[in-house]
């Protein structure tokens, strides 16, 4: 009789009842609680090639997992269908784009039915994938036991081929844009460099410049954090990296990660503790 | 997982690739049974395996081999239809080389 009440008791029972399958309560559990832990707003979803994928840094397992030391959330990526395996509850696809090789999961929702038909008869409305050909996914990178996959939200055929092209020069355009700025500030950068002093276009594969002073191959955030300490008001002692933290938007980790690469880049020195910095200016 | 890595090349890139295992998209210029000739950025003569299916005029993704004398045999061709814009596809080779952290990895 009283079906309902004697589940919601216990809530495991609950989802096993209701999903049909622990694995699906399990990956809904987890994408959840990546939302709960307040990344949903940030969510951003970066075209990556496989090796990124196999690159990709976790700092602590449960962490997100960071590329060019920026977090990452939902991806997108290519890649030749190598192998196609169905199992119960969850069909896996091995692909490859050239860069790397990555195994894609595509769990099945028992109650829509709809993802087996793929494999059952073509017939249905959902396009096609089969070994040979491209596929495009889009989900979330997950490490289980060790091992790297990707929890498929959709994977799609490619019908135009120039996709994979379009894709790997969109994947390179984001890597560049994190790991050296936006096409913008290297513009503005070479710019005042060339005008302000005798800074080649012979250095453009190394060192980057702002303005003016030749400034190493840094990360985005070092970039930042020199930039705020050139530009805010201060006395002597320079700033200390709440302060910092405060004016650039960044996180406090993230300023003392940005300001170890600039002193080992002698760009800054410590003032008055090992907290508070000031540009090196010679 | 590093070694599955094929590389993206064109024509001009064949001799420092010798001995390894690239991919190459280019156009179909030739047939000739067993071999064929393609046009990446300049010529590459193929050996073709039992099941490649070329079309002539159309691109084509090889995932082959590059021998000393810099053809290519063939382990893997997928027709890539009439519809290429090549000079897209040389700047990913490009990209491929000047950015190749996220492509391959190198012994340099």
């Known amino acids: ?74 991806i997108t990526f290519v890649g030749q269908i190598r192998n196609i395996s169905t199992q119960t509850t969850n069909i896996t696809y091995k692909l490859d784009d050239g860069t790397g090789t990555v195994e894609a999961k595509q769990w099945i929702d028992a109650d829509a039915g709809t993802s087996m038909d793929i494999t059952s008869d073509g017939s249905v409305s959902k396009p096609k994938l089969v070994e040979n050909e491209w596929a495009r996914v889009w989900g ?18 490619i019908t135009d081929k120039m996709d994979i092209t379009y894709h790997l ?40 410049s702002m303005n003016g002073l030749r400034i190493p191959n840094v990360s985005m955030n070092a970039k930042r954090v020199y930039q705020v300490l050139k530009e805010s008001p201060q006395n002597n002692e ?16 993230e300023v003392l ?24 200016e010679f | 997982m590093a070694s599955e890595a094929t590389p993206r090349i064109s024509a001009k890139y064949l001799d420092s690739f010798t001995n390894q295992i690239v991919r190459i998209l280019g156009k179909v210029v030739s047939l000739r049974g067993e071999t064929a000739t393609i046009d990446a950025n300049g ?33 893997q061709a997928t027709d890539f239809g009439g519809n290429i814009d090549f000079n897209a596809v040389e700047a990913v080779v490009d990209a491929t080389h000047r950015y ?7 012994n340099d």
């Open chain 2, 43 to 75: 010529s590459i003569n193929l050996h073709l395996n039992r099941d490649a299916h070329l079309s002539l005029n159309n691109a084509v993704e090889v995932v082959g081999k590059v021998q000393p004398d810099l053809s290519v045999k063939v382990l």
């Open chain 1, 238 to 253: 320079g700033l200390h990296v709440q302060n910092i933290a405060a004016l650039a938007s960044m996180n406090v980790a």
């Open chain 1, 1 to 74: 009789m009283d079906y309902g009440g004697g589940y919601s008791t216990t809530s495991y029972g609950a989802q096993g009842g209701a999903g049909g399958g622990g694995f699906m309560g399990g990956s809904q559990g987890g994408s959840q609680g990546g939302a709960g832990k307040g990344t949903y707003g940030k969510d951003t979803l970066r075209p990556v090639t496989i090796k990124q994928i196999l690159d990709a840094q976790q700092p602590h397992p449960d962490a997100e997992f960071k590329i060019d030391d920026v977090e990452i959330t939902q």
């Open chain 1, 169 to 208: 020069l969109e994947a390179t355009y984001v890597h560049l844009y994190f790991t050296k700025g936006s096409l913008d500030t290297i513009k503005q950068e070479n710019g005042t460099a060339n005008g302000n002093q005798e800074v080649g276009y012979g250095g453009g594969g190394g060192d980057t």
């Open chain 1, 140 to 157: 979330r990178l997950k490490a289980f036991n060790n091992k790297r996959h990707v929890g498929v939200h959709v994977i799609r055929p």
């Open chain 2, 100 to 106: 190749k952290e996220i492509f391959y990895e190198s």
């Open chain 1, 257 to 280: 990660k940005a300001g170890d690469e600039l002193l080992s880049h002698s760009m800054i020195f410590t003032t008055v503790d090992d907290n508070t910095w000031a540009l090196l």
